[in-house]
């Protein structure tokens, strides 16, 4: 449970009523909840993780795939029981299905109490003032200029030593097959006063790693002020603070950006660059703006800068049209960049994305399983082959906690983001530990301290 200052705590029609939320969908939803709770906390609203505790429970939610949004509406459903329970019980959905299915969600079987949209998260208080009144709290307006600057999130996670940090919202990219221009808006950035200002309190409350957050990161701009900029200054703010970014757009993820990580060591020698496909008609269709060569060529050019760089991706199977020759140029650009890990999807038509309007959902479920497996089984032994090379190598590990199944093993992430279980000998979380590889799994390194 989450520790309240006395001063803060204003009835408002919450007198120590307790918030539970429920979080899916992307890293930015992560840190979008902290950010509620937060606003909800500032009115009195003490947040608990037992859902059975609460009064209001709210269900951060996300759009990018038909099956994530089938999850929720069983959530749904699941809350019958708890309004049962407690019939003053206020439920509320948020987030980018909210954003999405605005009024819609307010009827029905399953009817929630509020619905907010990303961008409507200060006005939150209100909401649940409406919904206590026996109305419908509802604010799906989205906002040019919402960035939550100022406000402090109340950090969620157990382990004390990564934080997420939010940069920028929205996306402006609107690649065709996407949903998320549409629930989170245009893209604006957060003034980099406030981002350095949150990770100073950070590093001093004993957090060792930060990941920047943005649907583009390379497309932050304040006044002026842009990405590779904003990333030194908060790499500067301690050389024992690693800092983490996602997610990298190929067609502007430029050498500045490179040379800046290049040249600090706790910048982390990853790269997430979400592919989505190897071919370059597809990914004409897919509106990326940018072809095969051009992303070999910026992989070429992160292995020129930072060699031991990880480079990860996220792949789109059966995307509208996608032919047999399509999909094996996806096959031969994942054998080609060698991926140390990929997130890997089924296409999905979401409603209202270019996509949905225009180009037919054509290629067969069985076909598009049938490749996703493909597309699976590969990055399996690409990531089996990633982490072969690393056994008999020592790697600087930032312990975050106990392994999952022993208490005298630790676990903890190399700067390239790859996870390591070893003997903990004493060391705790939070420190850096030099670690010499013994073993592996494709999902994790095994070693020893040295
Ligand atoms: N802004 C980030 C992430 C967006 S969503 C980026 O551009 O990389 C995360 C991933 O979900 C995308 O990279 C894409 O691979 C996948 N995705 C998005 N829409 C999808 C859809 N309609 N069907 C299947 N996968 C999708
Ligand atoms: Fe979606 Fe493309 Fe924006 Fe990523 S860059 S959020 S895939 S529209
Ligand atoms: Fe999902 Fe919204 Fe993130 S659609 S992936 S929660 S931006």
Redesign the pocket.
């Known amino acids: 449970m989450m520790k309240i200052e006395t001063d803060k705590l204003r009835p408002l029609g919450g007198g120590g009523r307790k918030l539970f939320v429920e979080t899916y969908g992307c890293q930015m939803n992560a840190a979008d909840t902290e950010i509620v709770v937060s606003v909800m906390r500032d009115e009195g609203y003490d947040y608990t993780d037992d859902i059975e505790q609460a009064d209001i429970i709210l269900i951060n939610t996300c759009s990018v795939r038909e099956n994530a949004e089938q999850r929720i509406r069983g959530r749904l459903t699941e809350m019958r029981r708890h309004r049962r329970r407690k019939p003053s019980l206020i439920v509320g959905i948020i987030g980018c299905m909210a954003e999405r299915l605005k009024e819609e969600l307010t009827t029905g079987e399953d009817a929630v109490d509020i619905v907010a949209g990303p961008d409507a998260y200060r006005d939150l208080p209100r909401l649940v003032r409406e919904a206590s009144a026996g109305g419908k709290g509802i604010n799906v307006m989205l906002s040019r200029e919402e960035t939550y600057a100022e406000i402090a999130p109340v950090r969620l996670d157990r382990n004390g030593v990564s934080a997420f940090v939010s940069i920028m919202r929205g996306?402006n990219?609107?690649?065709s097959y996407?949903v998320?221009?549409y629930t989170r808006g245009r893209e604006r950035s957060r003034e980099p006063g406030t981002v350095i200002a949150e990770v100073k309190r950070l590093f001093e409350a004993g957090y060792r790693e930060v990941t920047l957050l943005g649907?583009?990161v390379n497309s932050y701009d304040y006044e002026g002020l842009r990405f590779p900029q904003l990333l030194r200054s908060v790499a500067e703010v301690s050389p024992l603070l690693r800092v983490r970014f996602a997610?990298s757009?190929p067609k502007d993820m430029g050498d500045e950006l490179l040379q800046t990580m290049a040249s600090m060591p706790n910048i982390c020698r990853c790269i997430h660059l979400?592919a989505q496909s190897g071919a370059t008609s597809m990914l004409e269709r897919m509106n990326r703006k940018y072809t095969r060569e051009d992303y070999l060529e910026r992989i070429a050019a992160v292995r020129r800068y930072m060699p031991d760089c990880a480079i990860t991706t996220d792949l789109i199977a059966g995307f509208s049209g996608e032919t047999a020759e399509e999909h094996e140029a996806t096959l031969s650009l994942m054998r080609q960049v060698g991926y140390d890990s990929a997130y890997m999807f089924r296409y999905s038509e979401r409603p209202g994305t270019f996509a949905a309007r225009n180009m037919p959902d054509d290629v067969p479920d069985a076909v598009k399983t049938a490749r996703l497996q493909e597309i699976i089984s590969l990055q399996n032994s690409l990531s089996e082959q990633s982490n072969s090379r690393d056994v008999g190598r020592e790697f600087e590990v930032l312990v975050e906690g106990e392994s999952k199944r022993s208490a005298e093993r630790l676990c903890g992430r190399t700067s390239q983001n790859k996870m390591v279980v070893f003997d903990a000998r004493g060391h705790r979380a939070g420190e850096y530990v030099r670690v010499r590889i013994t073993g592996c799994t494709s999902a994790t390194l095994l070693g020893e301290p040295v």
């Open positions: 996306c990219n609107f690649c996407c998320v221009p649907q583009n997610t757009h979400p």
